[in-house]
């Protein structure tokens, strides 16, 4: 199957059922959708490059051309509509929900060309969630690292995380599922359910929240969470935006805080795969609620802030890949709240990353079919 070059009209899918949780208001009120007519319609749908194979993360690099990763353990460097497998990864477990996933680059890039990626590997008793580090050498990686790997090691295939990311002072931050054991997110000498903070060497800063906590993990930097695949710093506050699936309904986006609770599993908008409650309460005292959640769920994965001025009626927006609502999700927010809502491309596929591209485009990766595609402006 072919993927040609389109100039397309985006449409809207009105929403009834995506709750705002912000606490000056009612819950319950569901929030505002914007309408069809406020989006460029004078945008080209460019399908870069076909038949991926379940990617799931990605990073552009500053000449353009763009690293994937395979969920089955593949990198490939894709330039010019070609792609050229990258070599020198480590071994790697593709089982379930884990494989190789994420992938960052290093924010002095332009100088150490040093990447960043997550995957799942053996490890005595099961396989986690590891962190490794390379120096990316046309299409090699040379100089492997392993930084981290997760102590929430068992034979679940499912609820990995993970995605990664660097705020302005170099620190790393990786998101970590709950590997299905849902009371070990509450548990700080687990991985389970965390998000870590680490220098870029994976050693841990003397910062850290829980660093004189004993019985604590020293790199964890919150808790609470079930399964996080997106995360993202704010371009304007340098906050951490985090989104994260709910079981049956209940996926979230929290903002990180330093040491904060987000509540899982004692706390949720969604309920158990088979009907039953997750817990009675949607909230608890001494956790952190968050700024919107979806009931249903729409399996969010992905999050980007588009950054450019290519296209000023995105500027601003957070854009988030949805994969069993197979869409592309577009949300306004202000102050610190989800406002608007719009879901485009809907039934495209599963939307696996998103990522605002340092050339004014928005690019994502879809699963079923695989593809790497971009936004970017008529001319």
Not at 22 to 40: E, F, G, L, S, Y
Not at 174 to 195: I, P
Not at 201 to 230: C, E, M, V, W
Not at 306 to 319: A, C, E, H, V
Request: one cysteine or more.
């Amino acid at each position: 199957m072919k993927y040609p070059l389109l100039i397309i009209c985006i449409c809207a899918l009105s929403v009834g059922t995506l709750q705002s949780c912000n606490p000056d208001k009612d819950q319950d009120k569901p929030t505002p959708v914007i309408t069809a007519d406020t989006m460029p319609v004078d945008l080209i749908l460019d399908t870069i490059i076909t038949g991926l194979d379940q990617p799931w993360g990605m990073a552009i690099l500053p000449t353009g051309d763009v690293l994937t990763a395979e969920k089955r353990g593949v990198m490939k460097l894709v330039s010019n509509r070609n792609s050229t497998v990258v070599t020198g990864l480590p071994t790697i477990r593709n089982t379930g929900q884990g494989g190789l996933m994420d992938i960052a680059l290093h924010p002095d890039f332009n100088n150490n060309k040093l990447i960043y990626f997550t995957a799942t590997t053996d490890t005595a008793g099961g396989f986690s969630t590891a962190l490794f580090s390379a120096t990316l050498n046309g299409n090699a990686l040379v100089g492997l690292k392993k930084l981290f790997q997760s102590t929430q090691i068992n034979t679940s295939s499912v609820h990995f995380g993970s995605r990664i990311v660097f705020d302005r002072a170099g620190k790393i931050y990786v998101c970590l599922g709950e590997r299905n054991q849902t009371t070990q997110s509450q548990s700080l000498s687990s991985h389970a359910g965390k998000v870590v903070r680490l220098n870029d060497d994976g050693t841990i800063p003397a910062d850290n929240p829980f660093i004189n906590t004993q019985g604590a993990l020293k790199d964890i930097y919150s808790y609470g969470h079930r399964n996080p695949q997106g995360l993202v710093m704010h371009p304007s506050t340098g906050a951490l935006w985090l989104h994260e699936h709910g079981p049956m309904g209940g996926d979230e986006i929290n903002i990180l805080q330093p040491g904060a609770n987000y509540a899982w599993p004692l706390a949720s908008f969604g309920v158990n795969y088979n009907g039953t409650p997750v817990s009675k309460d949607t909230a608890v005292a001494g956790t952190i609620q968050p700024i919107y959640y979806w009931v249903p769920s729409i399996a969010p994965c992905g999050m980007d802030f588009y950054t450019s001025d290519s296209i000023p009626q995105w500027k601003g927006k957070l854009f988030i890949g949805a994969l069993v609502g197979q869409h592309l999700n577009i949300t306004t927010v202000a102050e610190n709240r989800v406002i608007k809502e719009e879901r485009i491309l809907q039934a495209f596929a599963r939307f696996r990353c998103v990522k605002s591209g340092p050339d004014g485009y928005l690019y994502f990766l879809t699963e079923n079919p695989g593809l790497l595609c971009r936004f970017r402006p008529k001319k």
